[in-house]
């Protein structure tokens, strides 16, 4: 079972700059690929980004694309998720998760069944 812990959230102007980090721990986390969600208050979860257990494919949401990008170190067990020119449409609660099965990849929230806690992204105008 793989646990995931995200840190590097925070209050940060329009135009700013996050990196998001998802710590893996568990037995073969680094054979996972690993997806990044945000929730905004009132919405409902939506895909931000993904990254495959290799590393070699990775893809964003259209609004997210050319600003955010997402990165893994399998020496570490960690996804970081770099963000530029923030908006303040991006506030939203942004998780990490991995999928039921190793060496899979998926897009859909649905298909991953372990979430990390969550870490709150504020960007003010």
């Known amino acids: 079972q793989v646990q995931l812990v995200e840190s590097g959230g925070g209050l940060v102007q329009a135009g700013g700059s996050l990196r998001l980090s998802c710590a893996a721990s568990g037995r073969d986390a680094s054979t996972y690929a690993v997806g990044w969600f945000r929730q905004a208050p009132g919405k409902e979860r939506e895909f931000v980004s993904a990254?495959?257990?290799?590393?070699?494919?990775?893809n964003y949401a259209d609004d997210v694309r050319g600003r955010f990008t997402i990165s893994r170190d399998n020496t570490e067990n960690t996804v970081y998720l770099q963000m530029i020119n923030l908006k303040p449409e991006d506030t939203a609660v942004y998780y990490c998760?991995?999928?039921?099965?190793?060496?899979?990849?998926?897009?859909?929230?649905?298909?991953?069944?372990?979430w990390g806690q969550g870490t709150q992204v504020t960007v003010s105008v």
């Open positions: 990254v495959a257990w290799s590393g070699t494919t990775v």
């Open positions: 998760a991995v999928p039921e099965r190793p060496f899979s990849y998926y897009l859909e929230s649905h298909r991953y069944t372990t």
